[in-house]
């Protein structure tokens, strides 16, 4: 497929970021950490678009939108193979993968029941133990989750 | 900034652990010292445990502190739907120290953050139980003389046992070898034996409950074998039974042999071997008095001469 093409996938951005090389079955995941649904913004989702990489992938561009290195670490959680493109006067100045943080407070939910963190108006806060697997372990019921569990707020 | 907390037996270092061990045997010689007078201890057993409770609050009365607390979450304004922090920060207005256990799994850790008084954990749902392995590794080094190089066999439930998974933590600063005995269903699981692998320390896992391993062994470590943890009923009825210790299977053990176990036992332990010189579990439970002695002037900073 040519360049021309694959661009005409998703509408063009003049300025701001596209997430790129998003899993399918994880692209509306990734637009509700973003918190996307509380955003004024224009934003344009594609899935199932087709990837010579993935197979098939989602993409979501949002305009005028730069998002903290925190926030947009974030998705490394559930989609670490992510591609940040960040857009300005329709040039991609900056193509960056996301990186897992050390620690996620306030945004997973444990999945143990019979966590403190479940029954008690309170943060949650996880510990990547292992950021090539995306391995997360609790801080305080210190129950280990695989990246396959991982349940966001 | 923060107290001192005791909230799980990973927080501990090499150095904590034999401090707290070393300070538990001049309690074992001496009790009854009026380190906590003046001082005000909340015991907050959300969750009952009376053994436990019990221990801390002897611990507590020898040091000549006082007592507060509860020890039914039913009859206190938690079961009114106030939260732990609300609780926590309450007690702490009047407490110097706070012994809590709590069925919930984190609690001990939690509380430790809302508060700026020393939170010693009790037992936090299936998670950590601190003063248990440190009694155990009191225990161990004093019935070995030592806890370097020791054999170690830990006998039943594997799976969910946390006082045996604490006990692999505690150990690993002092080369240990490890026998794990459980039945299929039960047997330790792989993050256990990840920590193992990582830390060099050697293991052996058996289904078999056999003499020739407890000939080997320095601490015979048992654990109870409970019904409701089994899926398969069968498997069940057929392991009930094999994990039982009988004093004619000590006949060829080691003159140091010592077993333990965290009570209260059911049938893993014969009655007959109560009375070989071997079995320790109620000098075990004693021993936990001192250590926990111990761990509140630890976690107070309060110097032991
Ligand atoms: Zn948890």
Redesign the pocket.
């Known amino acids: 497929m040519s360049e021309k093409k694959k661009e005409l996938q998703v509408a063009a951005l003049e300025n701001g970021t596209a997430i790129d090389h998003i899993p399918p079955a994880e692209l509306f995941k990734v637009a509700k950490m973003l918190g996307l649904e509380h955003t004024q913004n224009t934003i344009t989702i594609g899935n199932n678009l087709q990837s010579k990489k993935m197979g098939t992938k989602g993409m979501i561009k949002i305009s005028d939108k730069f998002f903290e290195e925190d926030v947009i670490n974030r998705i490394a959680l559930i989609a670490p193979k992510v591609v940040l493109n960040i857009i300005r006067d329709f040039e991609v100045v900056e193509k960056r993968p996301v990186e897992l943080p050390d620690e996620v407070t306030g945004l997973v939910i444990?999945n143990?029941p019979k966590?403190?963190?479940?029954n008690e108006p309170m943060l949650?806060r996880f510990r990547v133990i292992d950021k090539e697997h995306g391995t997360i372990r609790?801080?305080?019921?210190?129950?280990k989750i695989n990246r396959s569990d991982i349940v966001i707020k | 900034m923060k107290s001192k907390s005791l909230v799980s037996i990973d927080q501990c270092s090499k150095e904590d652990i034999l401090r707290i061990l070393e300070n538990a045997a001049k309690f074992e010689a001496n009790p009854n010292r009026k380190l906590l007078e003046g001082k005000v201890a909340a015991t907050l057993f959300f969750e009952p445990s009376t053994r436990t409770r019990l221990s801390f609050e002897t611990a507590i009365n020898r040091l000549d502190g006082r007592v507060i607390g509860f020890t039914d979450a039913s009859t206190t304004s938690s079961s009114k739907g106030e939260t732990l922090k609300d609780t926590i920060l309450m007690v702490s207005n009047y407490a110097d120290l706070i012994i809590m256990r709590h069925h919930l799994?984190?609690a001990a850790r939690y509380a430790s953050e809302v508060t700026n008084i020393p939170v010693i954990n009790a037992g936090d749902g299936a998670n950590q139980h601190p003063s248990q392995t440190l009694l155990d590794l009191y225990s161990i080094q004093k019935t070995q003389g030592t806890l370097d190089n020791l054999t170690i066999t830990l006998v039943g439930d594997l799976k969910y046992g946390r006082t045996v998974h604490s006990l692999i933590v505690g150990m690993s600063h002092f080369n240990p070898t490890f026998n794990f005995v459980a039945p299929n269903e039960l047997k330790m699981p792989d993050e256990q034996k990840h920590f193992c692998d990582k830390h060099g320390i050697r293991y052996h896992e058996y289904t078999e409950f056999d003499e020739s391993i407890i000939d080997e062994t320095d601490i015979l470590y048992m654990t109870r074998v409970q019904r409701e943890r089994f899926t398969d009923m069968e498997e069940y009825e057929r392991v009930k039974n094999v994990y039982i210790l009988k004093n004619d299977m000590l006949k060829n053990s080691k003159d140091n042999l010592k077993i333990l176990h965290p009570l209260p036992r059911v049938n893993e332990i014969a009655y007959d071997v109560d009375d070989n010189p071997k079995a320790y579990y109620f000098q075990q439970a004693r021993n936990g008095v001192f250590t926990r002695e111990a761990i509140i002037c630890d976690v107070l900073n309060i110097p032991v001469n």
Do not use: S, V
């Open positions: 444990c143990n966590c403190i963190t479940n949650t609790c801080e305080y019921c210190e129950r | 799994e984190g």
